[in-house]
Nanobody, 129 residues
């Protein structure tokens, strides 16, 4: 099985910076895309919204709200994805979830592709003075 383990959330002041990390753990052969989604903590019924994603070739996409402030990067060899958050704003406050699409992993005696996206447990980012 494959799990996503996130770290790096916490409290940050407006205008500050924070870096989130996510590691995909397991007998992984490949992951097509990894990314970050967020959900506001005061309304958990809201659908998780894409923040940024990056595919195995390095092509990235961003939500308009974070363009120019957040940068996503990925280390394919380590199955890790990072989100560098700069110039954060109070409206960036949310639970951030790591996501992995089209994960191929070893499930002896063969590789299998997980039909579902993988999700981390979520890490809370609070932007407040």
């Amino acid at each position: 099985q494959v799990q996503l383990v996130e770290s790096g959330g916490g409290l940050v002041q407006p205008g500050g910076s924070l870096r989130l990390s996510c590691e995909a753990v397991g007998n992984i052969f490949s992951i097509h895309a990894m990314g970050w989604y967020r959900q506001t903590p005061d309304n958990p019924g809201n659908q998780r919204a894409l923040v940024a994603s990056i595919d195995s070739g390095g092509a990235a996409k961003y939500a308009n709200a974070v363009k120019g402030r957040f940068t996503i990067s990925r280390d394919n060899a380590k199955n890790m994805v990072y989100l560098q958050m700069n110039s954060v704003r109070p409206e960036d406050t949310a639970v951030y979830y790591c996501n992995a699409e089209r994960v191929v992993y070893w499930n002896g005696p063969s590789y299998e592709r997980d039909p579902l996206d993988k999700w981390g447990q979520g890490t809370l980012v609070t932007v407040s003075s």
